[in-house]
């Protein structure tokens, strides 16, 4: 079955620092989200983006954040200047369409720690 | 989006049947049921969702009551493997590209 991956699984980062978080979503999904949980917290929307542009995004993804997808495959997420509490699970997920019983496949996330 | 309200844990014996509420009340007609889980150190799973009737598939059976307000996951035997935070979800057209997660329940599976 088609899955989500993302890469690294693990980043350490200093604070200050730009990181950017890898996903490669299924092949035949037109929208791509991001999503973050924080230790021990909830799972929290980032960002979705279809047709190379933001559809939404939460009051989280400032502008020390953005997405992009430069090729056929890839969706990245980048953090400009780290911060401690960036220190989350980052959690990439792709769907075929917006639609509401459109279902979103995850990836298994990459842990960034921010030193 | 509307709010949903599920148990913070519950318990189930492994081959057992287990029964996962959710309370909807606020849910509007357009609004589609959804439910995954979080495996410890996974990312969220897809497991099922529906509108009005209820669903199967190889994972698992959705229950819808017939005022929508509320819903009911059944995994008809629960292995080891099943343990796992259960979210559910509605997914309204007013936000439709995203999913907003709750607290969800704990799910225990006892040999």
């Known amino acids: 079955e088609p899955e989500v991956t993302q890469t690294p699984s693990h980043q350490v980062t200093q604070m200050g620092q730009e990181v950017i978080l890898r996903c490669v979503p299924i092949?035949?999904?037109?929208?791509f989200y991001w999503y973050r949980q924080i230790l021990g917290q909830k799972v929290e929307f980032l960002v979705s983006?279809?047709?190379?542009?933001?559809?939404?995004k939460s009051e989280i993804f400032d502008d020390q954040f953005s997405v992009e997808r430069p090729d056929g495959s890839n969706f990245t997420l980048k953090i400009r200047s780290t911060k401690l509490e960036d220190s989350a699970m980052y959690f990439c997920?792709?769907?075929?369409?917006?639609?509401?019983?459109?279902?979103?496949?995850f990836g298994n996330g990459t842990r960034l720690t921010v030193t | 989006d509307a709010k949903t309200t599920q148990p913070n844990s519950m318990e189930s014996n492994e081959e057992e049947p287990v029964h996962l509420p959710c309370n909807h009340s606020?849910?509007?007609?357009?609004?589609?049921i959804h439910w995954y889980r979080q495996l410890p150190s996974q990312g969220p799973e897809y497991v099922i969702h529906?509108?009005?009737s209820n669903v199967n598939n190889r994972m698992a059976s959705l229950a819808i009551a017939e005022d929508r307000k509320s819903s009911t996951l059944i995994l008809h035997r629960a292995t080891l493997r099943d343990a796992a935070v259960y979210y559910c979800?509605?997914?309204?057209?007013?936000?439709?590209?995203?999913?907003?997660f709750g607290s969800g329940t704990q799910l225990t599976v006892l040999p």
């Open positions: 997920a792709s769907s075929v369409n917006g639609l509401t019983n459109s279902p979103l496949h």
């Open positions: 092949s035949n999904h037109l929208y």
């Open positions: 983006f279809y047709n190379n542009e933001i559809s939404e």
């Open positions: 606020t849910i509007s007609g357009t609004d589609y």
């Open positions: 529906g509108l009005t």
């Open positions: 979800i509605l997914k309204s057209s007013g936000s439709a590209r995203q999913l907003t």
